[in-house]
């Protein structure tokens, strides 16, 4: 699918403050543990209530734009691979400080509207299997630890991350096998049918359509990943392969888990539930104890939220470097080099989302934060087609961005209207503060982001 090119010698990483921890095995299981902690174990319920049994084909339909906007962030993380993300892009392309300010701050708030969706799905279904308690205190603590976790340092976090994502795995490899034994032991509520229907009153393609907005939620791990290109050894290299590989990875267990799904309960069934998975390895012979899979689940979405909240802090970290922001949000910590300032300022955002969106709102704002963003960063891979630069890089096929540009117009066209309510005064705060946020003057701000890393 690509024209990568690879470099048997490639220039040396340049100079960061950061501490370049993350090997190419390490950003793998990065991506690919920040999708799957997300989505499958909170949402799968929330996609086939807009979807029917046909939620698979939502999840497929997802997985085709993550990996056409993919291939335009595979180009540019390798082409410029620096922190900044998707708001360097857009500053590169075209160079305009308020639409980067924008950029910015729509992808920083995407990794805290997700970190808050995951933590009120951490302090529902799944930790009442274990124990009650307040579901906003219990998520305000869990977004707090999750602080503690990510300022503790960038090496900790990641190897965390391995851990978590080895679990997150085997726990769906048990609903698997959980599911396939329900299925061929009969009986029940199985019915293999309910996989090819979809919601009631809905045409098919709009029925999907529908529920691809939000499934795309479940997908969006690989632009966390991108924000930690300056704590990535040899990242020109580690990118195109960890991208994809893990979407390939997430796209075939989300599909499975879906059919299994739907197979074994009904539709409102697990619609109803805010961890529709304990309704699947509660059935058939090999059920198991719902305190067991909540465990796993627990682990899994906490995983989500640290790297929500590890890309969040980075975006605004990299743009404080940058001249965009102030530069107190720059400030590391001395011998952990975490961005502490970067890290207390998005929990506190986070905590305060966490606190007036309920989980569905919150995934469907994430959604659509990212879906403007990745509009955006599709056009500029071809707008920056021009800009040569002294290494090899990945390049993605010219048809992919545009493809995904036209995608993103038509799934914008099917998100909840709810979702407006939350975007549209939180991106009008985000205009506000483009104008009264000038470390320097517009120029300076341009001529920083515009210059080479390896020139700094």
Same mark, same amino acid.
């Given at each position: 699918?690509?024209?990568?090119?690879?470099?048997? =010698?490639?220039?040396?990483?340049?100079?960061?403050?950061?501490?370049?921890?993350?090997?190419?095995?390490?950003?793998?299981?990065?991506?690919?543990?920040?999708?799957?902690?997300?989505?499958?174990? @909170?949402?799968?319920? +929330?996609?086939?209530?807009?979807?029917?049994?046909?939620?698979?084909?939502?999840?497929?339909?997802?997985?085709?734009?993550?990996?056409?906007?993919?291939?335009?962030?595979? +180009?540019?993380?390798?082409?410029?691979?620096?922190?900044?993300?998707?708001?360097?892009?857009?500053?590169?392309?075209?160079?305009?400080?308020?639409?980067?300010?924008?950029?910015?701050?729509?992808?920083?708030?995407?990794?805290?509207?997700?970190?808050?969706?995951?933590?009120?799905?951490?302090?529902?279904?799944?930790?009442?299997?274990?124990?009650?308690?307040?579901?906003?205190?219990?998520?305000?603590?869990?977004?707090?630890?999750?602080?503690?976790?990510?300022?503790?340092?960038?090496?900790?976090?990641?190897?965390?991350?391995?851990?978590?994502?080895?679990?997150?795995?085997?726990?769906?490899?048990?609903?698997?096998?959980?599911?396939?034994? @329900?299925?061929?032991?009969?009986?029940?509520?199985?019915?293999?049918?309910?996989?090819?229907?979809? +919601?009631?009153?809905?045409?098919?393609?709009?029925?999907?359509?529908?529920?691809?907005?939000?499934?795309?939620?479940?997908?969006?791990?690989?632009?966390? =990943?991108?924000?930690?290109?300056? +704590?990535?050894?040899?990242?020109?290299?580690?990118?195109?392969?960890?991208?994809?590989?893990?979407?390939?990875?997430?796209?075939?267990?989300?599909?499975?888990?879906?059919?299994?799904?739907?197979?074994?309960?009904?539709?409102?069934?697990?619609?109803?539930?805010?961890?529709?998975?304990?309704?699947?390895?509660?059935?058939?012979?090999?059920?198991?104890?719902?305190?067991?899979?909540?465990?796993?689940? #627990?682990?899994?979405?906490?995983?989500?939220?640290?790297?929500?909240?590890?890309?969040?802090?980075?975006?605004?970290?990299?743009?404080?470097?940058?001249?965009?922001?102030?530069?107190?949000?720059?400030?590391?910590?001395?011998?952990?080099?975490?961005?502490?300032?970067?890290?207390?300022?998005?929990?506190?955002?986070?905590?305060?989302?966490?606190?007036?969106?309920?989980?569905?709102?919150? @995934?469907?704002?994430?959604?659509?934060? #990212?879906? #403007?963003?990745?509009?955006?960063?599709?056009?500029?891979? #071809?707008?920056?087609?021009?800009?040569?630069?002294?290494?090899?890089?990945?390049?993605?096929?010219?048809?992919?961005?545009?493809?995904?540009?036209?995608?993103?117009?038509?799934?914008?066209?099917?998100?909840?209207?709810?979702?407006?309510?939350?975007?549209?005064?939180?991106?009008?705060?985000?205009?506000?503060?483009?104008?009264?946020?000038?470390?320097?003057?517009?120029?300076?701000?341009?001529?920083?982001?515009?210059?080479?890393?390896?020139?700094?």
């Amino acid at each position: 699918m690509s024209t990568a090119t690879s470099v048997p =010698s490639s220039p040396a990483p340049e100079e960061t403050e950061l501490k370049r921890a993350i090997s190419g095995r390490l950003l793998l299981f990065f991506v690919l543990g920040d999708v799957l902690g997300a989505g499958i174990y @909170a949402l799968v319920g +929330e996609v086939a209530g807009r979807t029917g049994g046909a939620a698979w084909a939502a999840f497929l339909v997802a997985l085709v734009l993550a990996v056409l906007t993919a291939t335009a962030y595979a +180009e540019l993380v390798t082409k410029y691979p620096d922190a900044g993300g998707a708001a360097l892009y857009a500053h590169r392309a075209f160079n305009r400080r308020t639409l980067t300010f924008l950029v910015m701050f729509a992808v920083m708030l995407s990794g805290m509207t997700s970190a808050a969706t995951l933590s009120r799905a951490f302090a529902g279904d799944y930790l009442d299997a274990l124990f009650d308690a307040p579901e906003l205190l219990a998520a305000l603590v869990f977004i707090g630890v999750v602080a503690l976790v990510n300022a503790r340092g960038i090496s900790e976090s990641v190897r965390v991350n391995v851990v978590l994502t080895t679990i997150e795995v085997l726990g769906l490899l048990l609903v698997l096998v959980i599911g396939i034994a @329900a299925i061929a032991d009969g009986g029940g509520d199985i019915d293999g049918g309910r996989a090819f229907q979809v +919601e009631e009153g809905e045409a098919v393609a709009w029925a999907i359509l529908g529920g691809a907005t939000l499934a795309f939620y479940a997908l969006i791990g690989f632009e966390d =990943s991108v924000n930690v290109a300056e +704590e990535t050894q040899d990242p020109r290299r580690s990118y195109p392969p960890a991208l994809f590989g893990a979407l390939g990875i997430a796209g075939a267990i989300y599909v499975a888990i879906t059919i299994v799904a739907v197979t074994v309960v009904p539709v409102g069934t697990l619609s109803g539930s805010s961890g529709p998975l304990l309704e699947v390895t509660g059935r058939g012979p090999l059920a198991v104890d719902d305190q067991v899979f909540s465990v796993i689940a #627990l682990l899994a979405v906490a995983n989500g939220a640290l790297l929500n909240m590890i890309m969040a802090s980075r975006v605004l970290y990299g743009m404080s470097r940058r001249g965009i922001v102030p530069p107190v949000f720059s400030k590391v910590l001395p011998g952990r080099r975490t961005p502490h300032v970067a890290i207390a300022t998005t929990t506190l955002v986070a905590a305060g989302l966490i606190a007036i969106g309920k989980l569905d709102q919150l @995934a469907d704002t994430t959604v659509l934060l #990212l879906l #403007l963003v990745f509009s955006i960063v599709n056009l500029a891979v #071809l707008a920056l087609r021009s800009d040569v630069v002294d290494h090899d890089h990945y390049r993605a096929p010219t048809w992919a961005p545009v493809v995904g540009v036209a995608v993103i117009v038509l799934l914008l066209t099917q998100t909840d209207g709810s979702a407006w309510t939350l975007v549209a005064p939180l991106l009008a705060a985000g205009l506000a503060l483009s104008f009264l946020v000038r470390p320097g003057s517009e120029a300076d701000a341009v001529r920083v982001l515009a210059d080479d890393p390896g020139d700094r």
